[in-house]
């Protein structure tokens, strides 16, 4: 009886950890919106291509212990300058049970946007062209309160004009069964830098006008998001998302001290539920 108590366990405990393996989700955004508030302008330099910030689609896909990414821009990921890609960096908020208050509202410094209360995030994966030790010494020396809810991809791998980065549950702190079609995402892009300014981890800040290497059309204070592009609203690629994401990053204030912030107001972005 134990015997046929412990094979009937087994089996129940490999049933539930695939349960969910192989749920694939897609997320499309409107082309042409990588504007931020809806007036943001690529910087000069022809190194950063007109629509590399630009997000199309993220497909995200249940390998059972991993976690699939697929992100996909409006231009070829480039190879020129970065450790192992140019301009891009990606950050994907997690909400893993859609309780208000229960995680984080605010997100990854130099970032510059805050999370609603009511998607507080429990890790969020940071996605960027530069090597291992130099984004944990960054993220140590900026965000060390943070450290631990901030998951770097085990692989990633530029196709294309796509970015694939593959994410074990294990560093998300996940059952294996989880239902990934239950969270919420907050996908956005940054423009990557490996100079970046005291408190910003690896990402350029906009400012005012465009520059050689920094978008224009914000503040230079540090106030306004350093957002390019996000997911919205039901992620169906419709065009009136793009006039969400313009609202929805478009809350801002800013004093033109950089370092001073008390006059700063940060805008709150939603994340997207599919389920």
């Keep these: 009886m134990k015997y046929k108590s412990l094979v009937i366990f087994l089996i129940l405990t490999f049933v539930s950890s695939y349960l969910f393996a192989g749920t694939k989700l897609e997320l499309k955004d409107p082309k042409g919106d990588d504007k931020g508030p809806g007036y943001y302008v690529y910087p000069t330099d022809p190194i950063y291509v007109a629509g590399s910030f630009d997000l199309l689609k993220a497909e ?54 805050l999370v609603d209360p009511a998607n507080a995030w429990e890790k969020v994966i940071f996605i960027d062209p530069h090597t291992v030790p130099k984004i944990n010494g960054e993220i140590e020396l900026k965000a060390a309160s943070m450290k631990n809810d901030i998951v770097l991809p085990s692989k990633i791998k530029p196709i294309g004009k796509s970015l694939k980065a593959t994410v074990k549950k294990a560093d998300l702190g996940v059952k294996k069964n989880a239902d990934i079609s239950t969270w919420g995402y907050g996908i956005m892009m940054l423009s990557a830098t490996g100079f970046p300014g005291d408190w910003c981890v690896l990402m350029r800040r906009v400012n005012e006008y465009e520059g050689q290497h920094r978008f224009g059309g ?58």
Aim: cysteine-free.
């Design 60 to 113: 995200i896909e249940d390998k059972g212990e991993e976690i699939d990414f697929k992100i996909t821009f409006n231009a070829p990921v480039t190879f020129n300058w970065g450790d192992f890609w140019d301009v891009q960096q990606l950050q994907i908020y997690l909400d893993f049970d859609k309780v208000e208050g229960s995680g984080r509202t605010e997100t990854i410094p130099g970032t510059q946007v």
């Design 218 to 275: 914000g503040a230079d204070g540090a106030g306004d998001p350093n957002v390019i592009d996000l997911f919205v609203d039901n992620a169906d690629g419709s065009d009136d998302e793009a006039a969400i994401q313009y609202n929805m990053l478009d809350n801002w204030e800013s004093g033109m001290d950089p370092v001073d912030t008390s006059a700063d107001k940060l805008t709150v972005i939603k994340l997207v539920y599919l389920k």
